[in-house]
């Protein structure tokens, strides 16, 4: 996981930290292939062998690939960096304005690009620009010293680097591909029993809600675990563009089941009772099915037994909903048309998760050439707009620190734009940055009190390097089973790393405490100015948003409502495009949940308009059915398209949408019906219409977002 993704730390973790044998293993490795990288640094005499232990930290993954993955972009940063902050130095060494705007200029431009790539992309061009910070002015104090900091500089990074992947390959590894496996049946079961859920009645909204947030975020997880498998050998990698399409059937099978749940959850009285007698039995199976799945932890194991489970409970739902359909004229229309829908809602489910199945078996391969392009829907991390504020941000953040370091004539002014440069790190990507940023600073200090204490009561008891590579390594032991657990990873890592760096910092222990607290008061100084200024100044991915639901609601809906392209496309476009989001999203805030249910609504409304599509075009359908789905679909792709761009009326013609949808079920309502086929399909067509027409008031949130946001 990297900078850019969504933290759920808080602020004082109440330590539900992962005390696995795996996860101890992960803190000790660390930790010796921290003191290992500090031993490195001190026999090479580097200047600031602390920056060795520091990285390795930095880059503490528990799979390989994320290693390897990380510690890659890392190299090609740090290198990158270095080079452009010499270049910046010999240009303007003696001109400090045009060397603080050059460097302003790079800074903004790697968090712009970052800001438009994910995971350890951006983590690379975030590098790029603060090596760069770091060379160009710390060298520009010593212009004559400066190709020795870059060469130290790089060189005590390299070392940690090449320590950390060693300790991560070399001992007892695991290897993302793996784990990514593992983590998809899993999440598999864990589906699998979200649509159990589902199909129970009775369950409270909040536990349904709390269910699919904590789905929401394994999904975000398996996502990014999925980019880190690129980096092992090709033995351990599975395919990226079939994993990817199984991220999509997730988010799908999270929309449809959302979607099954709100109706089932309204479907009750006195009215329906004998619809839900003909149904029950049908939806009872397919969720004890279901369950047996989520409890079975080798079920995906046997792709083979569990699709045919899947396929037989599928044909059970289909011989209920044949069964509905000949009660046409004798129980009341609307509520045959939502136990119809209820279960071919179901299907949907079972259908989605056959695909996960299908998904996954043909991703075990050795290594595939892949040509597949990213869909023209799809969405960067962040808009243009978005990353160039990002970027300008950073830029006036470091110009900012520039001018009161060079009008107080500060001692620890460097010191200080070190921490500046590091919170902005922390910002790119986020919509709430302080929620990560925050607990990262208290921990540091910690780190900082907790070494200082070690430096006034340990280290002067302490004689020779090996007894004092025992201390440090226990004393970060407890940082590294934080660095483990994904609820407290950036806390831990800035725990473990900020007590080595202090430890670390010499090979001399030559203690003063005004440089000491000076340095340190500096560097959180740095992050807390940095963080108000965020605070201050928000960029956030509400231009995003506006795209992804000018795309959904003004284009691909239509799409699927004149049946321009196969109703599984648009719903893999919009679940492309939501997949971008998710990571952005914090699922405890009300505005947030009401756009990600607003987005798993759209990308199940596509499949019910491909169902009329293919509806209106049956042989059997009534003339008069025909009539009135062709002018649904119609008015119905009319009004969406105007919406996006309707400014200020774009509630009047949502309106109209709706208006459209509600006529069209009243008057197939309206229609005396005979039991047969064109029966059958009239209350097909009048189900679609009520999945499409629940929307408007489940997902009003949604659908008038863009008015005040776009």
Not at 290 to 295: G, H, R, V, W
Not at 421 to 432: E, H, P, S, Y
Not at 646 to 669: K, N, P, T, Y
Request: glycine content about 8%; hydrophobic content about 55%; overall charge neutral.
């Amino acid at each position: 996981m990297s900078v850019t993704e969504t933290s759920r730390s808080s602020l004082w973790p109440s330590f539900p930290v992962d005390l696995s044998w795996r996860n101890w293993v992960f803190a000790l490795r660390t930790a010796v292939a921290g003191v290992v990288a500090l031993a490195i640094a001190y026999w090479l005499e580097m200047q600031d062998p602390q920056w060795s232990i520091l990285t390795v930290y930095l880059l503490a993954q528990p799979t390989a690939g994320g290693a390897l993955a990380k510690s890659t972009y890392r190299i090609i940063g740090t290198i990158a960096g270095a080079c452009v902050g010499l270049v910046i130095l010999a240009l303007y060494a003696q001109a400090p304005i045009p060397l603080v705007g050059a460097v302003a200029l790079w800074l903004g431009a790697s968090f712009y690009v970052a800001a438009r790539l994910r995971n350890y992309a951006s983590y690379g061009w975030m590098l790029a620009g603060y090596t760069a910070l770091l060379v160009a002015l710390e060298g520009a104090a010593n212009p004559l010293q400066a190709w020795s900091i870059a060469v130290d500089r790089t060189g005590e990074i390299i070392i940690g680097i090449a320590c950390a992947s060693a300790a991560t390959v070399l001992v007892m590894p695991r290897y993302a591909g793996v784990l990514l496996r593992e983590q998809m049946a899993r999440l598999f079961c864990d589906l699998s029993h979200y649509g159990a859920i589902a199909l129970r009645r009775g369950t409270p909204p909040e536990t349904f809600a709390a269910l699919r947030r904590a789905m929401v975020e394994k999904i975000v997880g398996f996502d990014a675990l999925r980019s880190y498998a690129m980096f092992e050998a090709p033995e351990m990698r599975a395919d990226d563009v079939l994993m990817r399409r199984a991220v999509h059937e997730f988010l799908g099978v999270l929309a449809v089941a959302r979607g099954l749940y709100t109706r089932i959850d309204d479907f009750k009285g006195d009215a329906a009772a004998s619809v839900i007698a003909h149904m029950q039995p049908a939806l009872d199976e397919t969720a004890k099915t279901l369950q047996l799945i989520a409890d079975d932890p080798k079920a995906f194991a046997d792709p083979h037994r569990v699709r045919a489970a899947l396929v037989k409970t599928r044909a059970s739902l289909g011989t209920a909903a044949t069964g509905l359909e000949t009660l046409a004229g004798r129980v009341p229309f609307e509520q045959l048309a939502d136990g119809l829908l209820i279960l071919h809602r179901a299907g949907d489910l079972l259908h989605g998760l056959s695909m996960v199945m299908v998904s996954e078996a043909a991703s075990l391969r050795r290594q595939r050439a892949s040509n597949a392009r990213r869909p023209p829907e799809a969405l960067a991390s962040s808009s243009h707009a978005e990353a160039a504020l990002i970027g300008a941000r950073a830029a006036l953040a470091i110009i900012l620190g520039c001018v009161v370091w060079a009008a107080t004539g500060w001692k620890y002014g460097f010191t200080a734009l070190t921490g500046i440069g590091l919170a902005l790190c922390f910002a790119v990507n986020q919509d709430r940055p302080g929620k990560l940023g925050l607990p990262v600073m208290l921990w540091t200090v910690l780190a900082i009190a907790v070494a200082y204490s070690a430096m006034v009561f340990v280290l002067p008891r302490i004689e020779g390097f090996e007894a004092f590579a025992l201390f440090v390594i226990a004393a970060l032991i407890p940082g590294g089973l934080m660095a483990g657990t994904p609820q407290t990873m950036w806390p831990g890592i800035m725990f473990a790393g900020f007590i080595g760096a202090q430890l670390g910092t010499g090979n001399k222990f030559q203690p003063n405490d005004l440089i000491f607290f000076n340095a340190n008061m500096a560097f959180v100084l740095g992050i807390a100015a940095c963080l108000g200024l965020i605070a201050l100044l928000p960029v956030t991915s509400m231009a995003n948003r506006a795209r992804f639901w000018t795309m959904a609601v003004g284009r691909l809906l239509p799409d699927a409502a004149r049946g321009a392209r196969h109703e599984r496309k648009i719903l893999s476009a919009i679940v492309d495009m939501m997949a971008e989001l998710l990571p952005r999203l914090s699922l405890d805030r009300p505005g947030d949940e009401d756009f990600l249910r607003g987005a798993l609504g759209a990308a199940s409304m596509s499949l019910e308009l491909g169902r009329l599509n293919r509806l209106r075009q049956a042989p059997e359908l009534s003339p008069e059915v025909a009539v009135i789905l062709a002018d649904f679909l119609n008015r119905f792709a009319a009004a969406l398209e105007v919406v996006p761009r309707a400014g200020e009326q774009r509630a009047a013609w949502l309106a109209e949408a709706e208006f459209s949808v509600r006529s069209s079920v009243a008057a197939l309502g309206a229609l005396p019906l005979e039991p047969g086929s064109a029966a059958a399909l009239a209350i097909r067509a009048a189900a679609s219409l009520r999945f499409i027409s629940d929307r408007f008031e489940i997902d009003r949130a949604f659908l008038l977002l863009p008015v005040a946001e776009a």
